[in-house]
Every structure is written in C-alpha cells, then in structure tokens.
C-alpha cells in the first residue's frame, strides 16, 4: 500500500485531533507569510486576532496566544493561582487526566477532583472541598474548572455555568473554562460565545481551535479586569512566547471571519448526531451518554471494538465496562459512517 492509499483509509473515530486543517486556515498561513513583521506579537495580525475576541467575548478581554491547550489550562491558572491554593474540577477532566501531572508542576496547587456520570461538575458536588478558607494546614481553593464541552461530550447550559460562577464568586475564587471544544459547545447551544462565558460569570478561559479544523495554537482568555496583571511575564516563564507568533494570531482571523468555526463545529456535531442515531439499536451496543456535541461514548463486545480499529482507529475509554469514545470531525463523512456501522454490525454476527 502507498503512502496515498494510507491516507485514503486513515480517517477515524479516535479524535478531532487527528483531523487534518480547514483549507481556509491553510490559505490565511500563506496570506501573512509575506515580508518581515515584528515578533513576539507585536504585529498587525495579533492586534486583529485581539480584538476580534473583545468582539466575541467583551473589551474587557485580554487574550494571549500559546501553543498547546494543555498550557493555555495550566498558564492560565497559573496567572491567577498562589502554589497554596487548590483547583477543583472533574475526575474526567483535562487537568486531572490527561495533563500529565502539569497543573501540580507548575502552578504548585493541588487538584482537587470529583467522580461525575456525565463530566459535569456543580455546586452541591464540589462543596467538599471548598473549606478551610484561611487555615493554614489546609489548601487554599481559589479555581473551580469545567470543560466545555466535556469529555464526555455533555454541555454546560448559561445557567449552569452562572450558578457555579456565583457559587465561586461568593467564596472569593474564580471560574475557569477549558474550551478545546467551545465550538461544538456554542453550536449546539445555539449562543453566542459570551451568553455562556463572559455574561454568564466566567473568569478565565482556555479557547481551543485545534480540534476543529486550526493547525496549531490556543488562546488565553481573561475575562475580568486585573486578572492578566503581570500574566505576559508567567506566559514567557511557560515558555509559549511564540517569536513568530502572526502564524498563531492569523489563524484565528481566519477561524472568526465568516464563521469558519461555526460551519466545521456544526458539520462535527452533525456527524456525531449520525452515527448515534445508527448505533441505537444494533443488538450489542449501548450508547452511554447524551449525544450532545461531537462526541459518542458506546459499549460494544470487545472482541468486535478490536476487529473495528484495524480499519476506524479509537480509544477505549472504560476497559472495565467496554465503553469506546468515538469521536468526530470538521471533515467526517457519511461514508466513513455508514462503513463503519456495516463494519460493525459484520463483526457483532461474527
């Protein structure tokens, strides 16, 4: 097989991640690398990316750009966070799970958790561990944080997320969003960005494109005034001050012009929506969570999950349960869908 037959049966269920790049961010790549500009996000391009998110979120929003959503989570907890304070999140969380021990690295705090069904937190399930507010043998909470939309594929409703701002706002601390999926979130909402955000109480937000469609590059999102003081100092310390950073900033004018990011994060949700709808009731699968954004989570025998990986790559989520995170892209199509059920069904009368 060549490379170009590879590439032809190499489109998954295993994440967003592993789609290629929206052609619209491709060409807006090449329209800026033209000529010298200044570095470090001193250029035109990072002035527009800016100001295109007070337009969505509100001109009291400071954004800055880094690589990797891992550290736009991390720094941007880091930039409001004193190593004696704590973070609470979700056991399924990025943070907890899957950041390789970074937030306790480099922000010093400790990470609170709590077990949820359907990945979201709120306020009756952290109250546990909020305490101890001024005693010094205990960790100081300071950062509640949900993820939009969840790991399981579950949304946070404007009120939900308004209730846990208060709760958080009453005590003193703040509320922080990990949006890698905030697209498939705001869709599926049907809201603009800032109802479930800035409107509704939200303090700090990790904003993601690389999982629908962008190439690289995440943003750092201050919602409130005085929380970015100093935070272009913790960005350098964190080593994601990009020099060429207009290859960063120029994506997202590309991701917000004409709502780029609106069209591919509906067509993922669709998909997800079609898939679902075929699995249920195939004899021998479950779907086990709320069909919500771009992601389907499915018990099947494992035996036949194995036999469907040679050719549509996944990730077990459960191995205890066999439950599967099938996940899907700006650039899924029904066809891969409709093999894959046939796949599927072949393998379960095996």
Not at 44 to 60: K, N, Q, V, W
Request: aromatic share 10%; net charge negative; glycine share 8%.
């Amino acid at each position: 097989m060549n490379i170009m037959e590879k590439i032809a049966v190499s489109r998954g269920f295993a994440s967003d991640n592993n789609a290629g790049v929206l052609p619209e961010i491709l060409k807006e790549l090449q329209l800026v690398n033209q000529g010298h500009t200044l570095g470090y996000g001193n250029d035109i391009y990072t002035e527009e990316a800016c100001r295109l998110f007070r337009s969505h979120f509100g001109e009291d929003t400071e954004t800055f750009f880094v690589f990797t959503g891992t550290a736009a989570n991390v720094l941007g907890i880091s930039g409001v966070t004193k190593s004696w304070n704590s973070i609470i999140t979700s056991s399924t969380a990025h943070l907890e799970s899957d950041e390789c021990g970074a937030p306790e690295k480099f922000t010093g705090c400790k990470v609170l958790t709590v077990d949820t069904p359907d990945g979201k937190i709120n306020c009756e399930l952290i109250e546990r561990h909020v305490h101890g507010f001024g005693f010094e043998h205990h960790a100081q909470p300071k950062v509640i944080s949900v993820t939009q939309s969840t790991e399981m594929g579950t949304l946070y409703t404007a009120d939900e997320i308004r209730k846990l701002a208060d709760f958080a706002h009453i005590r003193g601390m703040l509320l922080h969003m990990d949006g890698a999926r905030i697209a498939n979130a705001a869709v599926a909402l049907d809201l603009q960005f800032r109802e479930f955000t800035t409107d509704a109480g939200l303090d700090i937000l990790s904003f993601g494109g690389t999982k629908n469609g962008m190439m690289f590059g995440e943003a750092i999102c201050f919602l409130r005034p005085g929380l970015a003081d100093n935070f272009k100092y913790v960005r350098k310390q964190g080593m994601q001050l990009a020099s060429k950073m207009r290859f960063i900033s120029a994506q997202f004018i590309a991701y917000f012009r004409d709502d780029l990011w609106k069209h591919s994060a509906l067509h993922a949700n669709k998909m997800a929506k079609v898939l679902s709808e075929q699995l249920t009731g195939i004899q021998g699968t479950r779907i086990t969570q709320r069909v919500q954004a771009n992601g389907v989570f499915v018990i099947m025998p494992p035996a036949v999950a194995e036999r469907l990986k040679e050719k549509y790559f996944f990730y077990t989520w459960n191995e205890l349960t066999s439950e599967y995170r099938l996940m899907t892209s700006w650039d899924t199509e029904e066809k891969d869908i409709n093999d894959f059920i046939r796949l599927l069904k072949e393998a379960l009368h095996r």
